[in-house]
C-alpha cells in the first residue's frame, strides 16, 4: 500500500507539468477559438533555450530562466497571435487546426536550425539545489519536484481568481463568447485575445523547462508527447474547465507512475502500454466522456456577419476531348520519362508516384470528405506490415499481399470510423491522432505487425507472370499504372454518388439526412476507402523499398504529410500529385543547395497557414490567378484595341468601354 | 388512417418546456396549417417530427407505424420530405445535383461498388425525372446554376424541388414564403395546390403569410408558447377571438 502511495507522490510533479501545458491549451481556446497543437512545440522552444543559455553558456539560473521562460514563452506567443492567430479569429475550426499543425510542424525544426541538431543531454533544471530531498513523513519528494508542483499550484490558483474577480477576466470570458459583440461593447478583442497568448504561450515555456530534466536529452519529440499529455487532460476538463483540466493531468500524472510501479516489465503492457498511456486515455476520453461529444466548437455566433470564404470554384464540366487530350498526354508523359530518366530520377520519381498514391488518400478522407484525419499513416502502415508479414511468413506473392494489405488497411480504417464519427470537426481530428500515436507504440512493436525482435521485414519486388518488376525501369511502370487506377477511383467516386452524398453532408447535415442519405454508413464508407488507399500506399512503399520500416510510417510524419496535401490542395487530384512531387523533389533540392533538410518542413509547415484563406490549396490558387491574369491581359488588350480605331478622339468614350470591358472581365472571375 | 398521427408531443430545454403535449394530424392530399408567433414552437415541432429532435414524451405514427425513435434518414425513406426556415442547401453544387443527390437518397442506390464499377454518374432516366420535377416547380432554366447565385426564392422552389424528387407522400414546409415577394409567393401557392391535387401530398405548412395559409389549408393548428390554443377548419379557427389575440390581430 506505501509502495501505491508512493507511486502517487512520484505522479504528481508530471501531473503538474501535464496541467501547465492542459490549462494553456484551454486558455488559448476559451480566448481564440485556437486548439493550438503547437504549445508542445512552443514548450520545446524555451526548454532549448534554457539549455543554450544555461548549459552551453553557463549563465546563472535566474538569468536563462527568464530570458528562456517569461520572455521568450511570452514573445512566441505573442508574435504567433498577431501574425497568424489574429486573422483566424472567424475562421473555421478546421482551418485553426490546419494552422497549428503547420506550426507543430515548422517550429522544432526552426528552433534546430539554430540549436543545432547534436544531441542535448541532461538537461539542466531550474531548481538551486536539484536534487536536494525534502521527506513528508514517510514518503520524499526532490526540490525540483517540489517547484514543479508549488509554480502549478500557483498558477491554477492566479488564472482561477483572474477570471472570477478581475475585469480582464471578465472580458476574457466575453471574447470567447463572441468577439464582435464584445467589440461592439468598446472593448478591443484582439488584445484581449493576445493576452490569452501571452498567458498560454508562458505556462508552456514554463512546462517545456520544467519537464526538461525528467528526459535524458532534449528532444522535440518528447514535447509531442508532452501536449497529447496534455490534450488528454484538457479533454478530461471538457476543453474549458480549468478545475477539471487540472484534475486530470494529476490523475493522467499518477497513473503513469502507478503503470510503471506495478506493471510486469517484460509485457507488451508495461514496453508498449505506459509511454502510450496518454493517448489511450485521450482516445477513450474523447469516446466516451459524456459532455465532451455535445460540446459545442467555440466559434464566433456572429461569424455570419464576415462574407463567408470564396466558394470553390467547381471544374467545368470537361468534355469528353479534354479527357481524351489529359488521358493522353499523362501516358506520354510517362512513357517519356521510361525513355529519358536516369537511375537516380527514376529512383525519386518511383518514390513520388507512390507517395502520390497515399497522398490521394488524404484527397479523399480530407478534400471530399471534409474530416480531417491525423492516422492515415497507420493505415500505410497495416498495408506495408501485412504486405512484409505475409510475405516473410506465408510466402504469398507480392502482388496478392500487396492487395490484402489495402483490404486490411480498409477495414481497419471502416472500424476505426464507426466509433469515432459522432465526434465532430477538432474532436474527430484527435481522436485519429491518438489512435495513430497508439498504434505507433503499441501496435507497431509487435512481432507481428512492424517487425519487433524480429528485425525489420523484408519485401521482394513482385512478379507479374514472366515480368520481373526487380528493377527500377519496370517498377516505375508499375508504380505509374497503379497510380493511374488509383486516381481513376478518386475520380469516379467524387463524381459519383458517394461523393455527391459526402457533399451534400458538408453542405448541409440536416437537409442531406432528412433526403434519406445515411450519414454515418457514407462516412464510414469514405474512412474506409481512404484508409485502404493508404494502405495501398504503404504496401508498395514497402515493395520499392525492400523493407517495410515502422520509422516510414510513424504518426508524426504522417502530420506533416496531412500538412503538405491540404497545403498544395486537399479537393484535386493535381494537389495531391503536386504535394507528392514537392515532398520528393523539395529535399533533394535543400541537399544539392545545402539547406539543413529540416527546411522542408519549415517550408510547407508555414505555407499550410495560407490555408486559411485559400482553403482551395496552392494549386488550385495558381491556376486561378492565372485565368484571372489571362483575362486582365485579354482585358487590357480590348482596352487598347477600342482606342485603336480612334486614335483622333482624344479620350471620352471609347477608352470609357474599354475599360468597362476590363473590370467587366475582372470583376465576372472575382465572383464566382 | 390518418397519414401523420402525432399524439402528446413534449419537448424541454434546460427546464423549459418548449412543447407542451402536441397532438396533431395530416390526412392525405390535405394541406394543414400550422401557425402561431415566433417562438412558439412550430420548428421545435418540426424537428421532432422529422427526427432531427428527439421529444422527451409522445408519439409520432406514419401512415399508422410508429417512428418515433427512427433516425431522421429512416424516416425520409419511409416517405417524409421537408423543407428549411433557413434554407439548407448544399453549396458548390448545381441546382441539377441537388436533385439527383436526392433521387439517388431516397431510393438507397448507389454507393462505393457502384461508384467504382461506372455506375456513377447520372443516367439519363434520372435526368429525366429531376428535369421534370424542375419544370413542376418552375425553374426548368436553372437546372445547371449554382444555387449560391440564385435569389432567396428560387432557392426556397429548389429546396421544395429537392424534397419533391425524394418521392414524399408528406411533406414538412417550414415559411415556404418568407423572403419572397408577392409574385413569386403566389407561385409557391399555385404549386402546393397541384401537388395536392396531382401527387396526393399531405403537407404540413408552418407560414406567417395569413394569406397564403388561408387559400391553400383546410385546417390550421394554432401554438403558443408550446401549446395548442385552437385547431379546425380555417375559416373558423380564423374567427376565433383567442387566436386573433395570441396570433393574428388585425389580419384577418
Known amino acids: ?672 | 388512417m390518418s397519414l401523420l398521427e402525432v399524439t402528446g408531443i413534449v419537448k424541454r430545454f434546460a427546464g423549459i418546456t418548449a412543447l407542451n403535449g402536441i397532438g396533431l394530424d395530416v390526412e392525405p392530399a390535405e394541406i394543414v396549417g400550422l401557425i402561431g408567433p415566433n417562438g412558439a414552437g412550430k420548428t421545435t415541432l418540426f424537428n421532432c417530427l422529422c427526427g432531427l429532435l428527439h421529444p422527451d414524451g409522445g408519439k409520432v405514427a406514419f401512415d399508422g407505424v410508429d417512428i418515433t425513435g427512427l433516425p431522421v434518414h429512416r424516416r425520409a425513406r419511409l416517405g417524409i420530405g421537408r423543407t428549411f426556415q433557413r434554407m439548407e442547401l448544399f453549396p458548390g453544387m448545381t441546382v441539377l445535383d441537388h436533385l439527383l443527390v436526392a433521387d439517388r437518397a431516397r431510393r438507397g442506390e448507389g454507393g462505393l461498388i457502384a461508384d467504382l464499377s461506372l455506375q456513377g454518374r447520372a443516367r439519363p432516366d434520372e435526368l429525366e425525372r429531376a428535369r421534370a420535377t424542375l419544370a413542376q416547380v418552375g425553374l426548368e432554366g436553372d437546372g445547371d446554376r449554382y444555387v449560391e447565385a440564385m435569389t432567396l426564392g428560387r432557392g426556397r422552389l429548389v429546396e421544395l424541388a429537392r424534397a419533391l424528387m425524394t418521392q414524399p407522400r408528406l411533406l414538412f414546409l417550414d415559411e415556404p414564403s418568407s423572403g419572397l415577394d408577392r409574385d413569386e409567393t403566389a407561385r409557391m401557392t399555385d404549386v402546393l395546390e397541384q401537388l395536392r391535387e396531382e401527387r396526393g401530398l399531405g403537407i404540413l405548412l408552418v407560414e406567417h403569410d395569413v394569406e397564403m395559409v388561408d387559400r391553400v389549408t383546410s385546417r390550421v393548428y394554432v401554438l403558443d408558447q408550446g401549446t395548442l390554443i385552437a385547431s379546425g377548419p380555417t375559416a373558423e379557427v380564423f374567427a376565433d377571438a383567442r387566436v386573433r389575440e395570441a396570433y393574428l390581430g388585425d389580419l384577418v
Open chain 1, 1 to 672: 500500500m506505501s509502495e501505491f502511495v508512493s507511486y502517487v507522490i512520484e505522479g504528481i510533479p508530471y501531473g503538474c507539468v501535464f496541467a501547465l501545458v492542459a490549462i494553456g491549451l484551454v486558455l488559448t481556446y476559451k480566448t481564440s477559438g485556437v486548439f493550438n497543437l503547437a504549445f508542445g512545440a512552443q514548450a520545446f522552444v524555451s526548454a532549448a533555450i534554457y539549455y543554450d543559455t544555461r548549459s552551453r553558456n553557463e549563465w546563472g539560473i535566474l538569468p536563462a530562466f527568464l530570458v528562456a521562460v517569461v520572455v521568450a514563452g511570452p514573445v512566441v506567443g505573442l508574435v504567433l497571435d498577431r501574425l497568424v492567430f489574429r486573422f483566424l479569429r472567424t475562421a473555421p475550426p478546421i482551418a485553426k487546426l490546419v494552422a497549428s499543425l503547420g506550426l507543430l510542424v515548422a517550429i522544432p525544426e526552426l528552433v534546430r536550425l539554430w540549436f543545432g541538431t547534436n544531441p542535448a543531454y541532461n538537461p539542466p533544471s531550474i531548481a538551486p539545489d536539484h536534487d536536494r530531498i525534502y521527506t513528508f513523513g514517510d514518503y520524499e519528494l526532490y526540490q525540483y519536484e517540489l517547484i514543479s508542483v508549488v509554480v502549478t499550484v500557483l498558477v491554477v490558483l492566479g488564472l482561477t481568481a483572474l477570471f472570477r474577480y478581475t475585469a480582464i477576466g471578465l472580458r476574457m470570458r466575453a471574447v470567447v463568447e463572441s468577439p464582435r459583440m464584445t467589440e461592439l461593447n468598446g472593448i478591443n478583442a484582439d488584445w484581449v485575445g493576445s493576452l490569452g497568448w501571452i498567458l498560454s504561450s508562458l505556462f508552456a515555456g514554463l512546462a517545456g523547462v520544467l519537464l526538461a530534466p525528467l528526459f535524458a536529452q532534449i528532444r522535440a519529440e518528447d514535447y509531442t508527447l508532452l501536449l497529447v499529455a496534455a490534450l488528454a487532460a484538457a479533454a478530461f476538463g471538457k476543453l474549458t474547465n480549468i478545475g477539471l483540466t487540472f484534475l486530470g493531468a494529476i490523475i493522467l500524472g499518477i497513473a503513469q507512475q502507478v503503470a510503471a510501479g506495478t506493471l510486469p516489465t517484460d509485457s507488451i503492457l508495461a514496453t508498449g502500454l505506459r509511454p502510450s498511456l496518454p493517448f489511450v486515455m485521450l482516445f477513450l476520453l474523447l469516446l466516451f466522456w459524456p459532455g465532451l461529444r455535445n460540446q459545442r466548437e467555440a466559434q464566433d455566433p456572429l461569424a455570419g456577419v464576415d462574407p463567408p470564404p470564396r466558394a470553390l470554384d467547381v471544374a467545368p464540366s470537361r468534355g469528353r476531348t479534354t479527357r481524351l487530350v489529359t488521358v493522353v498526354a499523362a501516358v506520354v508523359a510517362v512513357v517519356v520519362g521510361y525513355a529519358v530518366l536516369d537511375a537516380f530520377w527514376m529512383h525519386l520519381v518511383i518514390q513520388a508516384m507512390i507517395m502520390a498514391v497515399i497522398f490521394l488518400s488524404i484527397t479523399v478522407i480530407t478534400g471530399m470528405g471534409g474530416m480531417i484525419s491525423l492516422s492515415q499513416a497507420s493505415f500505410a502502415a497495416v498495408g506495408a506490415f501485412t504486405t512484409a508479414q505475409l510475405v516473410e511468413r506465408f510466402d504469398v506473392p507480392v502482388l496478392l499481399t500487396i492487395l490484402a494489405g489495402t483490404v486490411l488497411a480498409g477495414i481497419v480504417g471502416a472500424i476505426l470510423a464507426l466509433p469515432i464519427l459522432r465526434l465532430g470537426g477538432i474532436y474527430l481530428a484527435l481522436a485519429t491522432l491518438a489512435f495513430g500515436l497508439m498504434f505507433d507504440n503499441i501496435v507497431a512493436p509487435l512481432d507481428w505487425a512492424g517487425g519487433g525482435n524480429y528485425g525489420a521485414l523484408t519485401v521482394p519486388r513482385p512478379e507479374i507472370g514472366p515480368i520481373d518488376l526487380g528493377e527500377d525501369p519496370d517498377f516505375y511502370l508499375f508504380t505509374a499504372v497503379v497510380l493511374g487506377l488509383v486516381v481513376l477511383a478518386a475520380l469516379l467516386v467524387r463524381s459519383g454518388t458517394v461523393g455527391r452524398f459526402l457533399d451534400a453532408l458538408r453542405g448541409s447535415e440536416a437537409a442531406a439526412t432528412s433526403l434519406g442519405i445515411n450519414p454515418a454508413r457514407i462516412r464510414v464508407t469514405a474512412f474506409g476507402l481512404s484508409a485502404a488507399i493508404a494502405g495501398l500506399g504503404g504496401g508498395l512503399l514497402a515493395t520499392f523499398n525492400g523493407s517495410a520500416q515502422p520509422s516510414d510510417f510513424i504518426s508524426t510524419l504522417g502530420l506533416f504529410w496531412v500538412v503538405i496535401v491540404v497545403t498544395m490542395g486537399d479537393r484535386t487530384v493535381l494537389g495531391a500529385l503536386a504535394a507528392a512531387a514537392g515532398f520528393v523533389l523539395v529535399p533533394q533540392w535543400l541537399s544539392d543547395w545545402d539547406f539543413a533538410p529540416g527546411w522542408q518542413y519549415i517550408l510547407f509547415g508555414l505555407a499550410s497557414l495560407t490555408f486559411a484563406r485559400h482553403p482551395e490549396g496552392i494549386v488550385e490558387w495558381t491556376k486561378r490567378s492565372l485565368v484571372r491574369g489571362v483575362e486582365t491581359v485579354e482585358a487590357l488588350r480590348a482596352l487598347r484595341a477600342a482606342r485603336a480605331p480612334a486614335p483622333a478622339t482624344a479620350t471620352g468614350a471609347p477608352a470609357a468601354t474599354g475599360a468597362d470591358v476590363a473590370s467587366d472581365a475582372m470583376a465576372g472571375k472575382g465572383e464566382r
